[in-house]
């Protein structure tokens, strides 16, 4: 079928112009694992997650550890402290680099996804 102007000529046909699809960049797992390790160290955890797009879960690791800190500071004086306060430091320093490693995953993933697919409109 032809569509026509008033005039009676023929109308070129539409031409389907694809939407551009965004880019999303790819995040690196060994980044997100050394920012939990090394600031991990200094007591600060939560970046990793941050830069992998878990906002949520980089910012409950924060609040948590400082939290957790303050409680495991007053326990020093009763002397449980000495051992729950390590003990804190390490889950964080394991939990926080498999958070954020897993993190990093999903939001590659979703990159792909959307790669693929291309915009929703």
Known sequence: MTYHDPYGQPLPVPIHVPYPVPVVPQKSAGVAVALELVLGLFGVFGVG?????????????????????????????????????????????VMGPLLAAQGVE????????QAMIGPSY
């Open 106 to 113: 999903r939001h590659n993933s979703f990159a792909g996804t």
């Open 49 to 93: 997650n941050l830069y992998a797009g878990r906002t949520g879960a980089g910012v409950a690791l924060m609040l948590s550890f400082w939290g957790l800190f303050w409680v495991n500071f007053l326990l020093l004086f009763v002397f449980i402290g000495i051992v729950t306060m390590p003990l804190t430091w390490i889950a964080y320093l």
